[in-house]
């Protein structure tokens, strides 16, 4: 992985979900854009490697913890919250309470930069057949996918209302390697996704802005040109492992992951308790 080094560190950046898959992976490679990153989760992280990191266990869905995990950051890469498709009460508090808790804790404190983990599933239930652009229609797919759709709209409010930039990125799948079929098309490596992050924390005036994040993929269903002042160049693709991926058995055509954008979230649930 390479980064540039035409931009000057932001003195503290918050990474929340620090716990998660993507926030472990982000540990790291979110360090050279900072002199200090805060990291936080609900759940256990590993202590605080020097002086560069703060460790700070937060609730999403308590305002005032959240308040006070801001205060004092630059910028906030938000990728805290349910990452999977979960009841909605699940998804209620970490994921919708969660975003409003963020963009009201960077009104109060002065953040003007938010880099929102969004996801695919704003849009999952359009077909595979289709090329989306930023300005195409949200079709939710899940109550995951429902909560994304709500974190771009409040993104877009508070840039609207208060000025406070974000890029939202609908994050494809980002894994070590694509997994299926539908993941041949969706796939993002975590180098791309640094390189991703980094164009959407230092490029200037993005108001708010939607990027579909996937690698140079050689099947896309997305179009990223009202990103392109981004400057987003993926690098890798996952040609590499289509060999691998193609010598599993072919799922029936009705299957959803053979349908859909948004693959399996289209069909799961729902989570009645009786």
Known sequence: MTTSSSHTPLPRLLLTGAAGGLGKELRQRLKPFCEVLRLSDIAEMAPAADASEEVQVCDLSDKQAVDKLVAGVDAIAHFGGVSVERPFEEVLGANISGIFHIYEAARRHGVKRVIFASSNHVIGFHKQDEVLDA??????????????????????????????????????????EAQNRRMLCTWLSFDDLTQLIERSLFTPNVGHTIVYGASANKVTWWDNRFAAHLNYQPKDSSEQFRAKVEAQPMPAADDPAMVYQGGAFVASGPFESN
């Not at 300005?135 to 709500?150: E, F, I, T």
């Open 135 to 176: 300005h195409s229609a949200k079709r939710p797919d899940s109550y995951y996918g429902l909560s994304k759709a709500y974190g771009e709209d409040m993104a877009s409010f508070y840039f609207d209302r208060y000025g406070i930039e974000t890029v939202s990125i609908r994050i494809g799948s980002s894994f070590p």
